[in-house]
């Protein structure tokens, strides 16, 4: 999302002053949201940056299409920079770190600068070696404007406006909370080298990624509320999809994970 892009889609509440607004529009906006957020949950995080689970390869650039849709740039891209993140988390060499940066360099500055704009091949050499990604992430922005061509088809301007752009602009900030208010505010279950905290709101907002120290501590699961009462809806659609056939080997938590949330540990208890 370059800072054109960025000051459109902020300019987007304005303009639900001069539109007429139905149920459609509202619906598209929702359920654009809920898709979108599923491929950056599943595809750009869980999948291409942890590889928690297991997919054939025309689900995988179906994942990736989704997930660009959301307008947070190219898989490849948007992975190294993860995986660039969880090797240094919250140290002077983080991406994206409040503790040292802030909460605005966290929630957005970082996306705006010079240091990151390019994809670090090196990181990503096991996706990296699909041609089909390194043309997608090349040209990310193009399953954005092909959703939004459908969208508008379908709604017409108040179901781009609303539907659409409205749905991204929450998508985008959503999702970057969890580099700025996972790392600040919440319970810690676990004691991570890092300053990551579980959200319950988060959570409920990015379909189960606020349990950002959950998943701090064993990355690499392919759920992240590991208790029962911690709601994960990516995962939930996961297992789903694990009975379609359409992705496999969705990695569990190891027993020693059960064990550590029953033990006394440092830190500040999680109430989650």
Request: aromatic fraction near 14%.
């Amino acid at each position: 999302m370059n800072q054109l892009l960025f000051l459109a889609l902020h300019a987007t509440p304005l303009a639900l002053f001069y539109i007429e607004i139905n149920l459609l529009d509202w619906a598209l906006c929702a359920g654009l949201y809920g898709l979108r957020m599923f491929g950056v949950t599943a595809g750009y995080h869980r999948y291409f940056s942890h590889r928690a689970f297991r997919t054939g390869r025309f689900f995988q650039f179906c994942l990736a299409v989704l997930a660009q849709s959301a307008a947070q740039k190219g898989v490849l891209w948007w992975a190294a920079n993860h995986r660039r993140h969880h090797a240094a988390s919250d140290t002077i060499h983080d991406v994206h770190s409040p503790v040292q940066r802030g909460f605005w360099y966290a929630h957005l500055g970082w996306w705006f600068g010079n240091d990151h704009n390019k994809t670090d091949l090196s990181l990503v050499k096991d996706f990296s070696a699909y041609p089909e990604l390194r043309w997608l992430d090349r040209y990310h922005v193009l399953p954005f404007l092909g959703l939004a061509l459908i969208t508008f088809w379908i709604g017409g301007w108040s179901g781009l406006v609303v539907g659409f752009l409205l749905s991204t602009l929450l998508l985008f900030h959503a999702t970057l909370a969890i580099n700025s208010i996972g790392h600040m505010w919440g319970g810690r279950r676990f004691s991570t080298r890092d300053a990551s905290r579980n959200n319950p709101v988060l959570a409920l907002l990015t379909l189960g990624e606020g349990w950002h120290n959950n998943h701090h501590y064993f990355p690499s699961a392919a759920r992240q509320g590991f208790h029962p009462l911690e709601i994960d809806v990516t995962y939930v659609v996961l297992r789903f999809l694990a009975l379609t056939g359409l992705v496999y080997d969705l990695k569990p938590l190891p027993d020693r994970i059960m064990r550590d949330m029953r033990a006394p540990h440092s830190g500040n208890p999680a109430a989650l």
